[in-house]
Nanobody, 125 residues
Framework: QVQLVESGGGLVQAGDSLRLSCAAS????????MAWFRQAPGKDRVFVST????????YYSDSVKGRFTMSRDNAKNMVYLQMNSLKPEDTAVYYC??????????????????WGQGTQVTVSS
């Protein structure tokens, strides 16, 4: 099992940067694919980014590609999301997730077995 706690959200202006952190505990973290999802008010939770167990590969949604960077530090049991050039449409609750071995695409929310409680990001125009 994996337990996840996000932090680093806040209120910023358009064009600013934020760095989200996800602290993980549990014996399966270092072997798990990790991801960030986000959920805006009244909308579904959607994929943002994912990273392989060793950090060698990342994948981003088109809406954040080139602006967000996901990374992990397995020695510290941490996952990060560096968000630059933030836009008002990035406003959402951001969730950290740990993957499973289900035969699903890594962008699919049902691939992920464990979720954090979320951290709010608000970008004002």
């Amino acid at each position: 099992q994996v337990q996840l706690v996000e932090s680093g959200g806040g209120l910023v202006q358009a064009g600013d940067s934020l760095r989200l952190s996800c602290a993980a505990s549990g014996r399966d973290f270092s072997s798990s694919v990790m991801a960030w999802f986000r959920q805006a008010p009244g909308k579904d939770r959607v994929f943002v980014s994912t990273i392989t167990w060793n950090g060698a590969s990342t994948y981003y949604s088109d809406s954040v590609k080139g602006r967000f960077t996901m990374s992990r530090d397995n020695a510290k049991n941490m996952v990060y999301l560096q968000m630059n050039s933030l836009k008002p449409e990035d406003t959402a609750v951001y969730y950290c997730a740990a993957g499973s071995s289900r035969p699903l695409p890594l962008t699919h929310r049902d691939y992920y077995s464990y979720w954090g409680q979320g951290t709010q990001v608000t970008v004002s125009s």
